[in-house]
Each structure stands twice: as structure tokens, then as C-alpha cells.
């Protein structure tokens, strides 16, 4: 028998998977998408709780979340953008600037390793001239 | 359980991205032993989820779905591979609510975050895509530290869980050494097997009843017995007037709770409980009412009998509604239409307002500066 703790144990997991994303990941849009999977959480405990309960309260603040994370969606879009078209990046630490007063700047140690080199485009000879045939090509015709 | 969160603390340190010491083998392995002691864990503490092998096995597929998903979303370099996991753990959590009987949510989900979000973030992905190693790709932010605060949260959650729903807990609160909150012990079933019955049995009779008011339907002796029975069928269950005395429900409930594990106290004070037995009055007055007025039309012919029909519906509606209390309606989308344009009316009004307010600052944030209008 399934019973509502086993529903709280995975909300409570995803929740907290969804939270380390979002204290540990730089890319704005995937803490983002953390945070969206938090909310998930939250709304699997609301449900559980709807049906253990036998209303439909719990389900009415799951369809208020929706809402919710759709505006949020929105706004965060947006500021999204425009935080990119500032300085072409989507990295959250490069706007460490706006810490708090005496908290030190966080500062990458680590080189990142160097780009995989860029696989040269291949040629083809041009159309309509007949490639000069080398030795072996010429032994198999 | 806490090896289990040692050992998820020890993969995600080892899978989240960043330039020396990832190991994505290593990782994969402490989280599979993460998952295998968790199980076990689970399993040993919760007893064996066997009974509904169908639900039982949608139920460990669609949440270890959602976690694992939920894991390579985290973990991922490539954010657009991230977006996709991230539609799957939505999918999984689609499936968790189609269980939870919830269907109208898991559309609304499915449109909302797999429609909607996931395919406007994968578009600002592709426009913002990088090519190579990047900083907001392949480094974290103190990747031990922010695992460490995740199962730590992770850990007293579920720990607090154990603690209030652990068998010692459980057999402490029934001594009444701990009182504790209600919802711990849920479902409670504040209607009864026999009293469900009999109601339901009742709502049979009265669908047949209104056909047994006119005079060809028997001799008046027989039509009035029948009438008597369906009114004693529900006065056992929730009381009656007129001979004053009180019905099961509220005897039970009120006083001698015989439900295993469930202090008196504790169902009395109960909300559910206290609406069922505002209900089941509700029935009672209804009952006396309706069944003086049936057998003033056998005997008299005084309220006619359109009157004494449209009685005998209302009362059936209002059995009905108490025979059903406390369980899911079936009709669960009608139901949350319902509910939503009577009791959060509100509600809904406002979040039509955040929704216009957010959708007027995306468009006046994202515009560019100088462009003409």
C-alpha cells in the first residue's frame, strides 16, 4: 500500500535535489529551471495531502502555484535577456557585484580546461575539374 | 539514512561540473548506492508497498523517474540537455498526479511547463548557446558545501517525517503521552463501513420512491411502511427529532471513538469530522421534514405532490453528499471548477491580475533601450 509518507519522502527529495541545483549551478537559466522542479516539489506534497485529506483545497493551491510560476517564468525571462545583452553571458557570478558590503568576491582557481580543437572544414575540389588520380586509385580502375 | 545522504553528498560532488576531479563514473555509482540504501530505507520503515501491484509499480516508476531526472538536470553541463531532463521530471510528476487523482493538474502541468517553458527557455538557449568550455557551464559553486546543504535539508525533513510517523511515535501519541497533530494519521474515517452502506442503500430506496406516491403503487398501509423504513434506515445513522435521540455518527464520534490509534480528543476536534456532523444534522432536519410532509400527502393529501417530490430529491441529493463525504469526488475536474468559482472566487481573480501585471513587466523589461516604439 502506498501511503501518503511515501508521496512526502519523493516531494521531499525532489525539493531538496532542486535546491542544490540551485545553490551550486552558475547558469542563470538552469537555477532557474531548479527552482521550477522546488515548486514541483511543493506541488506533489499539496496533492498528496488533497487526496488523503478527500478535498480539493490542496489541488486549488497546485493550479495557484501553476499561475505562479508562469508569471515568474515571464519576469525571469526577461531579466534574462536583458542581463545577457549586457555583457553576453549567462553566468550569475559575473554579477557578483552586487554582493553585500565585506563579503569577499568569489574567484575562480581552476583554469577551465582548453577548448576541444576545431575540426578543420573539409574541402572539396572544386566542381566540374577531374581530381588527378593517385597510384592506388589508379590500380583499382 | 544517513549513509544514504553521505553517499549522495559524495556522488553530486563528484558529478557537478567543473575543470579537475569530475568522475562520472565514480559519481553514478555513489548515487546508485545513495538510491539502493534510500529503497531499503524506505522499504524497512514503511513496510512493503505489494497489495496494488499496478499503482505500486507506476508509483516507483514515475518517482524514481522524477529523481533521477531531477538528478541530470542538476548535474548536466549542457543546459539545454538540462531543459529536457527538466520536461522529464515534469512528465513523472504528471504521472504522481494522475495517482493522486488529480487529472485537471496534470494537463494544466503538462501544457504550462512542457508547452510553455521548456520550449521558451530552449529558444533563449539556443540564442545564447557557447561554444567551448564556459564559466557558467562548467564550474559550481562550492559544489561540496551546496550538497552538503541540500541533504542536510533533505535529511531533517524526511528525519522529522520518521520521527512523527515512526511506530514508537505512534504508540506513544495513543497512550496520550504525545498529542500530536491530526494529520498524522490520516486518512481518518470518520464514516463508517455500515453507516456508508446503509446511506447509500437509502439513496437506492428514495431514486424508487417518488414513483410509490401515487395511489397506484399499493394500499396506503404498504406505501406508508415503506416511506417509515427509508426514514429509520437514515435516522440510525444520523438521529431524529422526534423521538429525540442521537444517530451512530454522532454516538461514535463523540462518544466512544473506537478507531485504533486515534484519541478521542483528537477526532473531536478534527475539522473533517466536525463538517461531517454539521452535515448529518443537516440530513436529520431534512429526514424529519421531508418524511412528515410524505406521510401528510398519504394521509391527507396536504402538500401536493410535486411539493413532496422535490423534497424527496433534495434529501436524496443531501444522503448522497453525506454517504460521499470525505471521499474524492469522481468528478474531480466539475468538482475543482466548482470549488475555484465559489470558495476561491478571489483567488482566481487575483491571480488573473498577477498574471496581466507580470505579462505587462516581461514586455517593459525585455524591451531594448532606445529602440523606437
Not at chain 1, 87 to 98: A, K
Not at chain 2, 103 to 108: E, I, W
Not at chain 2, 118 to 145: H, K, W, Y
Not at chain 2, 313 to 324: D, M, N
Request: net charge neutral.
Amino acid at each position: 500500500m502506498i501511503t501518503l509518507e511515501h508521496y512526502l519522502v519523493v516531494a521531499a527529495t525532489l525539493f531538496s535535489i532542486g535546491l542544490v541545483g540551485f545553490l551550486t549551478r552558475r547558469n542563470l537559466i538552469t537555477m532557474f529551471l531548479c527552482a521550477e522542479m522546488m515548486l514541483q516539489g511543493v506541488a506533489i506534497n499539496l496533492v498528496a495531502f488533497a487526496r488523503y485529506h478527500g478535498n480539493l483545497q490542496g489541488q486549488v493551491f497546485v493550479l495557484f502555484i501553476v499561475a505562479v510560476a508562469a508569471c515568474e517564468a515571464a519576469i525571469a525571462l526577461a531579466l534574462f535577456l536583458t542581463l545577457y545583452r549586457r555583457n553576453r553571458s549567462l553566468d550569475s557570478t559575473d554579477w557578483q557585484t552586487l554582493r553585500e558590503l565585506g563579503v569577499p568576491p568569489a574567484v575562480d582557481t581552476e583554469p577551465l580546461p582548453p577548448a576541444p580543437p576545431e575540426t578543420p572544414d573539409i574541402h572539396l575540389p572544386p566542381a566540374g575539374i577531374r581530381p588527378a588520380l593517385t597510384t592506388e586509385e589508379a590500380a583499382r580502375v | 539514512m544517513s549513509l544514504a545522504a553521505v553517499l549522495a553528498i559524495v556522488g553530486f560532488t563528484l558529478l557537478l561540473p567543473r575543470p579537475r576531479g569530475r568522475s562520472v563514473a565514480g559519481g553514478i555509482a555513489a548515487l546508485l548506492a545513495a538510491a539502493t540504501v534510500f529503497v531499503v530505507w524506505l522499504d524497512t520503515v514503511y513496510g512493503h508497498p505489494m497489495a496494488d501491484r499496478v499503482g505500486t509499480v507506476l508509483f516507483w516508476l514515475f518517482s524514481s523517474g522524477a529523481l533521477v531526472f531531477g538528478t541530470i538536470l542538476v548535474v548536466q553541463r549542457n543546459p539545454a540537455r538540462g531543459a529536457i531532463a527538466f520536461a522529464f521530471v515534469i512528465l513523472s510528476t504528471c504521472g504522481l498526479f494522475l495517482l493522486l487523482a488529480a487529472p485537471f493538474l496534470m494537463a494544466v502541468t503538462i501544457i504550462v511547463y512542457a508547452g510553455a517553458i521548456i520550449v521558451t527557455f530552449l529558444f533563449v538557449l539556443m540564442l545564447s548557446q557557447v561554444a567551448g568550455p564556459s564559466n557558467e557551464n562548467d564550474r559550481s559553486r562550492e559544489p561540496l558545501f551546496g550538497s552538503l546543504a541540500g541533504f542536510a535539508f533533505a535529511g531533517l525533513v524526511l528525519f522529522t517525517l520518521y520521527l512523527s510517523t515512526s511506530p514508537q511515535s505512534a504508540a506513544a501519541s495513543a497512550e496520550g503521552a504525545i498529542p500530536g497533530p491530526p494529520e498524522q494519521r490520516l486518512p481518518i474515517r470518520v464514516l463508517a463501513e455500515e453507516e456508508r452502506k446503509a446511506l447509500r442503500e437509502a439513496v437506492a430506496r428514495l431514486d424508487e420512491a417518488e414513483a410509490r406516491l401515487g395511489p397506484e403503487a399499493g394500499s396506503r398501509d404498504d406505501r406508508l411502511s415503506y416511506f417509515e423504513a427509508i426514514r429509520d434506515m437514515i435516522a440510525t445513522v444520523v438521529g431524529s427529532s422526534i423521538p429525540t435521540r442521537d444517530g451512530s455518527l454522532r454516538l461514535r464520534l463523540e462518544h466512544q471513538p473506537t478507531q485504533p490509534g486515534v484519541a478521542p480528543e483528537l477526532l473531536r476536534k478534527d475539522e473533517q469530522a466536525q463538517q461531517v456532523l454539521h452535515r448529518a444534522d443537516r440530513v436529520q432536519q431534512l429526514n424529519d421534514r421531508t418524511f412528515t410532509a410524505v406521510e401528510g400527502h398519504l394521509i391527507e393529501g396536504k402538500p401536493d405532490r410535486d411539493a413532496v417530490r422535490a423534497q424527496l430529491r433534495a434529501l436524496r441529493e443531501e444522503v448522497l453528499l453525506l454517504a460521499s463525504a470525505t471521499e474524492l469526488p469522481s468528478r474531480t475536474v466539475a468538482n475543482l471548477g466548482f470549488v475555484l468559482y465559489s470558495e476561491y472566487l478571489l483567488a482566481v481573480e487575483l491571480t488573473g491580475v498577477l498574471l496581466l501585471v507580470a505579462t505587462v513587466g516581461a514586455i517593459a523589461i525585455a524591451r531594448r533601450k532606445g529602440a523606437t516604439p
